[in-house]
């Protein structure tokens, strides 16, 4: 049986998907893990999870975000001189989040 | 910490005597030479563990065990000695581990490793217990670091062993390995001599004597074991407490006074024969001292 183990390096951080152990259940999941995924980065907590328990929609199924142009979600949009206060905040996360869309 | 009479002992020179001193010399050779040797068993399991998981977990246990070695080393570089003399020079025979550790194991039986990892974890938990209060201080100093890896060894132990024994032939396997090596495991609680054991508990080196501590071992092992229905072989009154184990329990070879089986020296040549190929004549340093 296969588990994905997701990592958070910090308290408060995500889980992270990091890789996956094969045990026969939970508890040796988590043993295994706890060397294989925990031992060299830091760790500050692990999950396990059933691989079979993971759901999934991919871009076979789905057109992510539509496909029309909604640019009046992002706050990139609205960015005039000088920029409002909240955009210039995040601008940062507007710029990656265009960048890995492919609109920049 | 400190005894009756409020001894404690911060460094080597605070112990009175040359008998003393030695008795803590003898004390540290077995600690760090059972952890060396069980550590440098366990890595012949490396890929050849039943799965990429159980075989990294294990390596990781031998990695904490020669980390622990390396501890107890260096608290005995401070009576005089150095990693060259400690290990690649040393005479095989100069060798305290109880002979438990330094059996070979059969091919492919992961049931020993299991069962032999399991008697010999629960044993260093009881010593390193009865070591957390010594009056030792670089003992002293040191058990927690080392009590804090050995959680996950026990833990790992188990959980082998609970689900090996769930099936007809895991169970056999277990009992098999549990009958050899049961013997052998024994000889972690060999005083070795007639005085050293006495006078390092009248010390307050260690808390508890070898006797004890077998008592403990062996009421929480068959505890354990007998609840997954395994048979461990009972202690009798007479070896409980400072009693004696009769000779006849002990394997031939009980390896605290050097008397060790043919298995230790084929294993030290294979330990050293890198440094031996290598024609060096001194141990090459990567790490520091740990505090």
Partial sequence: MIWEVFRQEAAGDYHAHCGNVHAPDREMALLFAEIQHGRRKPTN????????????????????????????????????????EEVEASEEEQTEAERKRGDL | MATADGASYAGVDDLDGEEAAEAVERLLF??????LVVAERYTEWQVRAPTLESDISLANVAQDELGHARLWYQVLERFGHDETDLIWERDPEDFRHGTLVEQPFADGDWADA??????????????LHALEDSTF????????????????????????????????????????????????????????????????????????????????????????LGSLGLRVPPL?????????????????HVGREGDHTDH????????????????????????DDDE
């Fill in chain 2, 137 to 224: 201080a670089p003992i002293r100093d040191r058990v927690g670091k080392v009590l804090d890896e050995e959680a996950y060894h026990l833990e790992y132990a188990e959980s082998w062993l609970e689900r090996l024994a769930g099936s007809e032939d895991g169970h056999e396997r277990l009992q098999d390995a549990l009958d050899r090596l049961y013997p052998y495991a024994l000889t972690l609680f060999e005083p070795g001599d007639g005085t050293t054991d006495a006078r390092i508990v009248e010390m307050g080196v260690r808390e508890r004597s070898l006797g004890a501590l077998r008592e403990s071992w062996h009421d929480r092992v068959d505890d354990y």
């Fill in chain 2, 30 to 35: 077995r600690l760090a030479d059972d952890e």
């Fill in chain 1, 45 to 84: 907590s692990l999950w396990v999870v059933p691989q079979d328990e993971v759901g999934e929609v991919d871009t076979d199924e789905a057109v992510f975000g539509g496909t029309t142009d909604k640019s009046y979600r992002f706050a990139q949009t609205y960015s005039v001189e000088p920029a409002a």
């Fill in chain 2, 236 to 252: 009798e009154p007479s070896e409980r407490a400072d009693g004696h184990v009769s000779p006849t329990d002990l394997p031939d």
């Fill in chain 2, 264 to 287: 230790w020296p084929a294993l030290f040549a294979e330990m050293t024969g890198t440094y031996e190929d290598l024609g060096r004549d001194h141990a090459t340093r990567i790490m």
């Fill in chain 2, 114 to 127: 299991v069962v032999r990892g399991y008697l010999y974890d629960v044993a260093e938990d009881e010593r």
